[in-house]
């Protein structure tokens, strides 16, 4: 195309990062062991494994013998729900899981399996206009029979970001495990687990500069859990299958990157986003800001736009050279309003017009500046010849 | 947008679309796809141009070429502009072409407005026709390939979509496409050709009407052009006029379906000459080339998709869309819904519905 596009979709993934890059490559091909093994290779990567383990676990305040690899955050949120459901069935005879209606599909269908398939009842808790939870609405629902509660940190379509702390505090009183899925939140909040009472928190490394196919699941310990993936007793037993060295090595050094810089990273992306919220909402007429205007993550900026329908947005910005996403557009261009955004009230009309915009560590002030005199053009070109904007 | 040009294509999957964009691409042309989701696949029967593996197909060129492709989902207009028509004239007892609704209504419709949107300038698609002159005065006319020429479902096309509108294959024969699709590896080139309409999903025409819930569908007299009595037909939908196979009445001499008495219920059937017309009157006349043709042009017209152009006169009546058709021929197959297209030599001028 014409010049370089411009890239402004971090939420759906990140660049990896340079330093894990280098970090992982030995891992294929030098030293390539399986951590299994006796002998020294086995060795070799099982050293690997368990220092990536251990930087990990002081990067969010807990053991090692707290985290456990996963696939990525879907599968991570998998084992959170169905490892915690299925415990607290064994155990105690609870029976009832409490979801909010804006969590990540991998949480949402997974509570619709357990209720359909296994005989759980599931709840959704109330959210607010800006997709929060209210930490009253979750004492209500709370109850002993409770299995698993599950409420998203930083929301990826509308960016808000929810009161965990309250939440947890909620649960942990009640002795209800308590998980939250925290792939946006990862890269830009102050995140540690010594600080916040949850006993299940879901990372996936591609969304914080590290490589994609790899991820973990934080779990407290004396947390009941059953293993959702059986066969061999790798991560003790936890999840079976041999350990991906290379990616889990990747994805310690990106967390390890992400501390040292996320103060600074915090500050930057805020800016750029404040910038976009208040550039698209004075240019582009009939914009909505989506998510809390400022309980929402640093990077993340979303609206919609009346009348717009987002699979042509998208692609006009496209076309215009900017990445861009939104909940409401796929691939096979069907318009499907957002189920985020029809849970937060939302016009199904409205839900099919949204944008999504998130910056990252790439990201310069003169891209943005570029992206904001393109948009208000998109939209009115595409709104020119459509008869459907009043 | 800058100054340069840039050609929308649309996509279906196929190797003839496919081969448009790729040549577009060789030409230096800035290009994207655009692909049409036009229906919903029955699951048992796959629809022939949209379905995932199309999209899959159509996904796999433009990642070869390297062109933006997107998706425009136009179900919902298509199901009113072009499938409940032909449900809606097939029970009204005439024999409709929804390709043409189609072209007219959805490509050069809802995919060129959507095109223009996103900042095309052109679109181009893998159509067998040719346009010649301006982009002021464009002309259109058949392809080089006669038995691929599609300018026929073409004729509906209005001056200015003509205008804003590529047919790279154009000069092309479609064996020359094959060819030139399998020397670029293209992951389409040996993909049969389409035959049916997209949306039967390999379906009989008849299985899709019965399935589509039509109310007047009922069982009637089969009678001769005198009115005698020769049998029951299964409705009057199941019919097409020339038809012969299936009418389920045995005689010395082959019976046709020489016209659908829809008043009476009644398949009126005759031997072959039976369906010679010499006249017949159009409606909804409307000229690709602009205006009308000039009195004293030698005329020709195309009854059907597949048929050859035959001399004819045309009286038009004033300024009216309508006008009556005069043969220097009789013809076999002159039926009610499909389109009478006129030619002068190769060129395309327009055409008109046939009414009866």
């Not at chain 1, 939140?185 to 916040?196: H, K, M, N, P, T």
């Not at chain 2, 008043?263 to 009308?292: C, H, I, K, T, Y």
């Amino acid at each position: 195309m014409r010049r370089k596009p411009i890239y402004l979709d971090y939420a759906a993934t990140t660049p990896l990062d340079p330093r894990a890059r280098t970090c992982m490559l030995p891992f294929f091909d030098e030293a390539y062991g399986n951590p299994a093994s006796v002998h020294s290779w086995g060795q070799q990567a099982e050293a690997a494994l368990e220092q990536s383990r251990a930087r990990i676990a002081a990067n969010l305040g807990c053991g090692t013998d707290e985290i456990v690899f996963t696939s990525g955050g879907s599968e991570s949120d998998n084992l959170a729900l169905r490892g915690a459901a299925f415990a607290a069935r064994q155990g105690r005879s609870a029976n009832h899981i409490l979801i909010s209606p804006v969590e990540h599909p991998a949480v949402l269908e997974t509570g619709r399996q357990l209720q359909q398939l296994h005989g759980f009842e599931l709840e959704y808790l109330p959210v607010d206009h800006y997709g929060r939870v209210e930490p009253g609405d979750l004492a209500e629902r709370l109850r002993p029979d409770t299995a698993v509660v599950s409420v998203i940190y930083g929301n990826n379509e509308i960016g808000s970001v929810n009161p965990i702390s309250e939440l947890g505090v909620l649960c942990r009183q009640q002795g209800i495990p308590f998980h939250t899925d925290a792939l946006q939140a990862v890269a830009q909040l102050e995140l540690r687990v010594d600080e916040l009472p949850v006993d299940l928190l879901s990372i996936g490394a591609h969304k914080f500069y590290g490589p994609k196919g790899v991820g973990a699941l934080y779990v407290r310990r004396a947390t009941p859990m059953i293993p959702i993936q059986t066969g061999g007793s790798h991560e003790r037993g936890w999840r079976a299958g041999t350990s991906n060295v290379p990616l889990i090595v990747g994805m310690s050094e990106a967390l390890e990157v992400v501390a040292e810089r996320r103060r600074t990273d915090i500050q930057d992306f805020g800016k750029l986003r404040d910038r976009i919220v208040d550039s698209v909402l004075g240019s582009v007429p009939g914009a909505l800001l989506t998510g809390h205007p400022t309980e929402r993550l640093p990077n993340h900026a979303s609206f919609v736009f009346e009348g717009v329908d987002s699979n042509q947005l998208l692609a006009a910005l496209d076309l215009a050279g900017y990445a861009c996403s939104s909940a409401s557009a796929c691939k096979t261009g069907e318009p499907e309003p957002s189920e985020v955004l029809l849970a937060i009230g939302l016009d199904p009309r409205l839900a099919t017009s949204s944008l999504r915009v998130t910056v990252g560590r790439q990201t310069t002030s003169v891209e943005v500046e570029a992206f904001l005199t393109s948009l208000p053009e998109a939209v009115s070109r595409l709104r020119a010849i459509e008869p459907a904007f009043p | 947008m800058n100054s340069r040009r840039t050609i929308a294509v649309a996509m279906s999957g196929g190797v003839d679309s496919s081969m448009a964009a790729a040549l577009l691409v060789e030409q230096g042309e800035q290009v994207f796809g655009l692909m049409l989701r036009l229906w919903d696949a029955h699951p048992d029967r796959p629809n022939r141009c949209c379905s995932p593996r199309d999209m899959a197909n159509a996904r796999m060129v433009a990642a070869q070429l390297e062109i933006p492709f997107y998706v425009l989902d136009v179900r919902e207009p298509f199901r009113q502009a072009v499938v409940e028509p032909f449900i809606a004239g097939y029970l009204e007892g005439i024999t409709p072409n929804p390709c043409m609704a189609c072209n007219r209504q959805i490509r050069w419709g809802h995919l060129l407005r959507h095109a223009l949107q996103l900042g095309a300038t052109h679109l181009a698609t893998g159509h067998y026709a040719r346009i010649e002159g301006s982009d002021s005065q464009p002309r259109l006319y058949r392809s080089r390939d006669r038995m691929k020429d599609q300018s026929y479902v073409l004729s509906v096309l209005r001056q200015a979509d003509l205008s804003l509108s590529r047919f790279p294959l154009g000069e092309l024969t479609k064996d020359q496409v094959r060819e030139a699709a399998t020397q670029l590896r293209l992951p389409v080139a040996d993909r049969p050709d389409s035959q049916d309409l997209c949306f039967l999903g390999g379906a009989d025409y008849r299985e899709f009407l019965k399935d589509s819930g039509g109310a007047s569908w009922g069982p009637g007299p089969i009678v001769d052009q005198a009115g005698t009595p020769l049998g029951t037909h299964q409705g009057l939908p199941a019919y097409t006029i020339g038809q012969r196979k299936g009418i389920g009445v045995s005689a010395p001499v082959p019976f046709y379906v020489v016209a659908k008495d829809k008043e009476r219920n009644a398949l009126v059937v005759g031997p072959r000459a039976a369906l010679a017309r010499s006249s017949f009157r159009v409606d909804r006349l409307q000229w690709v080339a602009g205006e009308p043709p000039e009195l004293g042009t030698s005329l020709s017209v195309q009854v059907r998709y597949r048929s050859s152009a035959v001399p004819v006169r045309l009286q038009l009546n004033g300024t009216t869309a309508s006008a009556e058709v005069e043969l220097e021929q009789p013809v076999l197959q002159i039926t009610p819904g499909q389109a009478a297209v006129f030619y002068s030599g190769e060129e395309c001028l327009g055409g008109g519905v046939i009414i009866q």
